[in-house]
């Protein structure tokens, strides 16, 4: 595998169900990010984390729950879902946590909450 | 606090025509700007980023865009289009006054180019 693969790539799950998102990348970067695509509407930042720790919490409602155990994995834990929580998530990743460092993304997980 | 808009959530051209893809940002400070494309069920792929190195910036697959501080934009522009070229772009900056590396992305802008 390279670059930044994400699992599953469609998910669909109930309101009242609990599943989760994997990301991991190949690149040997520090900082991972969880971003939010919804139609009509722009890329979301959802959580930064940089060597493990989490860095931002971009005011993410408490029913998404990340968990970052090394610098090469990063998940996203989901639980009573709402409709409107269905879009692409996005993962992605950069060398380190400057300005300049460009992120690399992954394939994404299509999420449909029914 | 940063910002980007993209003029035109949609833009048409011809296959063999000039693409122009508009994008102007808003910094409090010196900015760094980054382009990216989208296909359709894919991630986002870096097209090519502006580091306050040279202001004409050239990226993959034949497209550049120029830095231009005095109107605050960075437009993406490609002489000629290909079919394979229709995607959806984003503009993104990041700032010094971001706690790290946080990206700002525009609305996008979808491209579809015509035989």
């Known amino acids: 595998e390279t670059g930044v693969t994400q699992t599953p790539r469609h998910l669909v799950m109930g309101m009242t169900n609990k599943k989760s998102l994997k990301c991991e990348q190949h690149?040997?970067?520090?900082?991972m990010y969880w971003y939010k695509q919804s139609a009509k509407k722009p890329l979301e930042l959802m959580f930064v984390?940089?060597?493990?720790?989490?860095?931002e919490n971009n005011s993410v409602p408490s029913r998404f729950s990340p968990e970052c155990p090394n610098s090469s994995h990063l998940f996203l834990h989901l639980h009573t879902l709402q409709p409107e929580d269905s879009a692409l998530y996005l993962c992605?990743?950069?060398?380190?946590?400057?300005?300049?460092?460009?992120?690399?993304f992954g394939p994404g997980t299509r999420l449909t909450v029914t | 606090a940063q910002s980007v808009t993209q003029l035109g959530s949609h833009v048409s051209v011809s296959e063999g025509a000039l693409v122009l893809l508009r994008c102007n940002y808003s910094?409090?400070?010196?900015?760094?700007l980054f382009w990216y494309v989208q296909y359709p069920n894919q991630g986002l792929q870096l097209l090519l980023k502006?580091?306050?190195?040279?202001?004409l910036v050239k990226g993959i697959n034949g497209f550049e865009a120029e830095f231009k501080k005095s109107e605050t934009s960075f437009h993406l522009t490609k002489p000629s289009a290909h079919m394979s070229d229709a995607a959806e772009y984003f503009c993104?900056?990041?700032?010094?006054?971001?706690?790290?590396?946080?990206?700002?992305f525009g609305g996008g802008t979808r491209l579809m180019v015509k035989p």
């Open positions: 690149l040997g970067h520090n900082a």
């Open positions: 992605a990743s950069s060398q380190g946590s400057g300005d300049s460092y460009e992120q690399y």
């Open positions: 984390y940089n060597f493990k720790e989490q860095t």
């Open positions: 910094s409090s400070v010196p900015p760094y």
């Open positions: 502006y580091t306050s190195a040279a202001t």
């Open positions: 993104a900056v990041s700032d010094k006054s971001n706690a790290g590396n946080m990206l700002t």
